[in-house]
Every structure is written in C-alpha cells, then in structure tokens.
C-alpha cells in the first residue's frame, strides 16, 4: 500500500525519468478569433493576469476540461477542435497552443513568450515507444513547447496526457 502511495504522490517525476519527447518538426499555428471568442464568452472560464505558470496552467486546465479523447482522426483547425469537443493529440496541442497565445496576446506578452506545436517521438528509457506500434495513428506525438524571448525553454506540456493520467509536464528533449 505505502508503495501504491508513492507512485501515486510521485507519478510526474517518474513519468518524466522514463519517458522523453523528441521533436521531430512543428505545426503552423492558425490564429483563431473564434476561439478566443468563444473562451471569453465562457462563463466558467476567468483568465486574469498571472505569471507564466499560471497561464500555462489555465490553458491547459481549460483545454482538459473542453476536451475528450479520441482516436479518430482529429482536425488540428482550433475552431473546428472546440466545436467537435473530440479531439487526438493533434488537436489537444492546437487548441492549448490557441488559447495560450491568444491570452498571451491580451496580456501584451506576446513578445516574451512564444508557445510552439512540436511533432515528436516518444521514448521509455530511450527506446522509440513507435517503433513497436505498426499503426498509422501511434507515429508520431503532438505536444507543447513555451519558451521564453530568449528562445529558452519554459517548460512542455502534453494536455492529452494532463487529461488522461493528470501529468502536467512532460521531458523534452532538443
């Protein structure tokens, strides 16, 4: 039971020793005025101004809660991601990375933080978890990556691992 505990208490660190994200190339962004509108008129949704983190968090909390999986093929068109309410890792990482840079914009910090879509590989203890799954949906990751004006890395995010186990952030490596 004490064991259970601690990987429960410690499920995040031990997540991120094991398991490692390698970008292999990024998305574009689209800009959405849909979503931000969309965001602003939610009743239940309150942005307000905060650090980094906390924005960070607020997106991906809000983008967890709008969202559920699926492995169906998904759009990676924000608009179309918050309307269908359905989404896969695509449309996970292009619908934080809307409302994060939309709140980044009315904040007036669009310049000091830059929020990028990755397409990666995911590794456990440096094996490529893809080289075992023979199926078009699992060969590649859709993930988040915040950096600040100086190109240095914030943290990375995968809201569609937040939503399913409750990791918040995840090991990416360059």
Same mark, same amino acid.
């Given at each position: 039971?004490?064991?259970?505990?601690?990987?429960?208490?410690?499920?995040?660190?031990?997540? !991120?020793?094991?398991?490692?994200? &390698?970008? =292999?190339?990024?998305?574009?962004?689209?800009?959405?005025?849909?979503? #931000?509108?969309?965001?602003?008129? +939610?009743?239940? $949704? $309150?942005?307000? %101004?905060? /650090?980094?983190?906390?924005?960070?968090?607020?997106? %991906? +909390?809000? &983008?967890?809660?709008?969202?559920?999986?699926?492995?169906?093929?998904? /759009? %990676?068109?924000?608009?179309?991601?918050?309307?269908?309410?359905?989404?896969?890792?695509?449309?996970?990482?292009?619908?934080?990375?809307?409302?994060?840079?939309?709140?980044?914009? /009315?904040?007036?910090?669009?310049?000091?933080?830059? =929020?990028? #879509?990755?397409?990666?590989?995911?590794?456990?203890?440096?094996?490529?978890? #893809?080289?075992?799954? /023979?199926?078009?949906?699992?060969?590649?990751?859709?993930?988040?990556?915040?950096? +600040?004006? +100086?190109?240095?890395?914030? $943290?990375?995010?995968? =809201?569609? =691992?937040?939503?399913?186990?409750?990791?918040? !952030?995840?090991?990416?490596?360059?």
């Amino acid at each position: 039971m004490f064991i259970l505990a601690i990987l429960v208490l410690a499920k995040g660190m031990l997540f !991120r020793a094991t398991i490692s994200y &390698t970008s =292999v190339g990024q998305r574009e962004y689209q800009m959405s005025a849909y979503v #931000h509108g969309a965001v602003m008129a +939610d009743e239940t $949704t $309150t942005f307000r %101004q905060a /650090d980094i983190d906390e924005l960070i968090d607020q997106a %991906q +909390d809000l &983008t967890a809660a709008r969202l559920r999986f699926t492995f169906d093929q998904s /759009d %990676q068109d924000p608009e179309s991601v918050w309307n269908n309410e359905r989404a896969n890792c695509i449309g996970y990482a292009a619908l934080f990375r809307a409302i994060l840079q939309e709140q980044l914009n /009315d904040l007036g910090l669009s310049e000091d933080y830059t =929020v990028e #879509h990755h397409v990666g590989k995911l590794y456990f203890l440096g094996l490529n978890l #893809h080289s075992f799954l /023979d199926h078009p949906f699992f060969r590649d990751h859709d993930y988040n990556v915040i950096r +600040d004006a +100086d190109g240095t890395i914030i $943290t990375a995010i995968d =809201v569609s =691992v937040y939503d399913y186990i409750g990791i918040a !952030r995840i090991h990416h490596i360059e």
